[in-house]
């Protein structure tokens, strides 16, 4: 049997470095945390706005919550609590990402939004970045969530990048407001960047054993595995490790 050092056996709980360098082709790895990670109270039946036909989606509004207090959970807990006392029956957002880049499921995509009145609510599906960026920037582990869940609705829902707005380019008195946020707005100019970023996720059409080949030629090179190849392990299907030729130590 093979001998290894002593060392410690736990996983990283962040890996998500081993995709720097990697184009995904929109698919891409989503984790979207489901409403019990930050303990959602139950939706209001009286304040809900009523469920729309999902090939109605067209369009993606980008918020900013404007507000931010000690932790991801506790604050998307609040935003709830808020904006049920306003009568809305559930928090307005479908998507929200905390400060780690957590993304969060809000109310169900199924259900018209709270956040961009009408006609847009039924027709959109809304982000929110949780914090306040009038005049600071989301978290790059924000952003980069931002786009990755971005690129994932708009091909689930079949939504052009195009249709990536923030809430201030909604059409009429919805749009009187600076969300999601001056800086944010204005460094990405109008979003245009987050939309380019998007577009360019979705360019690429990798075949599964492409993507593969990608994903072990980055390994190589980040562990220097290069003078190593007859023992290099062949990585299928993400995850799934055999090792060519056998070898006894």
């Known amino acids: 049997m093979p ?28 984790d979207i945390k489901p409403r019990s990670y930050w303990g959602a109270s139950g939706t209001i ?3 809900m706005s009523g469920t729309r036909s999902l090939a109605q989606l067209s369009h993606i509004v980008v918020h900013h919550t404007a507000g931010y207090s000690s932790n991801d959970v506790s604050y998307m807990k609040a935003v709830q609590d808020y904006h049920q006392s ?6 307005g957002y479908h998507f929200a990402i905390g400060k780690s880049g957590v993304i969060m499921q809000g109310r169900s995509v199924n259900y018209v939004g709270a956040h961009a009145k009408q006609p847009m ?32 609705l708009c091909n689930k829902y079949n939504i052009s990048p195009s249709n990536i ?54 390994v190589q090179n980040k562990l220097n595995y290069s003078k190593y190849d007859n023992i290099m392990p062949k990585i299928i299907g993400y995850g799934v490790e055999t090792w060519s030729p056998l070898i006894y130590l």
């Open 165 to 218: 707005i923030g809430h201030r380019d909604v059409p009429g008195p919805a749009g009187s407001t600076t969300c999601p946020g001056n800086r944010f707005y204005n460094a990405t100019n109008a979003l245009s960047a987050i939309r380019n970023k998007v577009k360019s996720s979705q360019t690429t059409s990798l075949t599964k054993n492409q993507k593969d080949q990608q994903v072990k030629t980055f």
């Open 86 to 91: 306003l009568g809305w029956g559930d928090i």
């Open 121 to 152: 609510n039924t027709i959109a599906l809304g982000v929110t970045l949780l914090g306040n960026f009038e005049f600071t920037m989301p978290t790059s582990a924000q952003v980069n969530s931002l786009v990755r869940l971005l690129s994932f």
């Open 45 to 47: 039946s009286s304040g």
């Open 3 to 30: 001998k290894y050092e002593e060392g410690s056996t736990s996983i990283e709980s962040d890996i998500s470095y081993i995709y720097d360098g990697i184009e995904l082709d929109g698919e891409g790895v989503v």
